[in-house]
């Protein structure tokens, strides 16, 4: 699995793993500053619809690792066929309660209309996933005070964490979603980060083109093994978004890491990649949200 390219030896791995533990021990310290401060912990609230199982077991790991770094959690499950009015009714009194400081509602929701409109009801300043219109156009405007969506933010800092230079490099995402590859293409283009960046999405053509040409890639398809070694320039990075079930019902990302791997600089594995990052943002996330207070 291991080669060598300009005298390097590669691949080298994103430890997402080790760099969103050691975020929080960090933001351990800040909830507790702020539980000295004030007197009680810092408190998200979580809202999930049905009984999805992956969905559950990511809300159950949320609350976990929060309540590990000294964040309370309340959670409220609701039915699928639960009406709108309800939901934003929750809403609402979390947005109202003053100790609640963060809300994050686990998606996905029963229709991206549905979903809109929940998203929608989050007061912004308590919205830690940052899918509230207000933080979307904060990041589109790069204006700092919003709530970065948690995936690409904990990219990023994947990243930076391993100094890979982003500044004038090719970056192609994969994915064009709302979570994941559009936020992440605002921040990479950002005057602070100043990389070139091309989306790809299921309409594009000669993906396999368009991917050789990357200095980093990264997939958020959804689609297991979609990024084959062919696919991808020698020296390249490789940050795979990616969490599928192969056919063992094994957790896989969206590139054949077997394949892939040889050829690059850098990559993330699934797991231990983008997804402990993921929950080390949502914490930070919620700790930027108590400074609000
Ligand atoms: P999504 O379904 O909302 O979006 C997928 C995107 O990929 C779409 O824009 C679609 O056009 C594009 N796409 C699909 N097939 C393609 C193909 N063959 N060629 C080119 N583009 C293609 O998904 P999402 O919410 O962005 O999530 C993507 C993946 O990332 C999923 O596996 C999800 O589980 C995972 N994910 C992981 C984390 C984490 O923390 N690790 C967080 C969010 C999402």
Partial sequence: MVGTFMNLTFPQILDGQRIGEEMLVALRDKAESFLVRTGRKPKLALLRIGENPASALYMR???AVAEKIGIECTASVFPIGTPLESVEEKISQWNNSPSVDAIMVQAPLPSAEYQRSVFNAIDPKKDVDGFHPVNVGKLACEDSSGFVPCTPKGILRLLHAHDIPLAGRHVVIIGRSSIVGRPLGLLLQSRTVNATVTICHSRSQNLASITRAADILVVAAGRAKLVTADMVKNGIVVV?????????????????FRSVAPRCMYITPVPGGVGPMTVAMLMENVIQACEHE
């Fill in 61 to 63: 790991r949320k609350c």
């Fill in 240 to 256: 795979d978004v990616g969490q599928n079930r192969d056919e063992s019902g094994l957790l896989c990302g969206d590139v054949d």
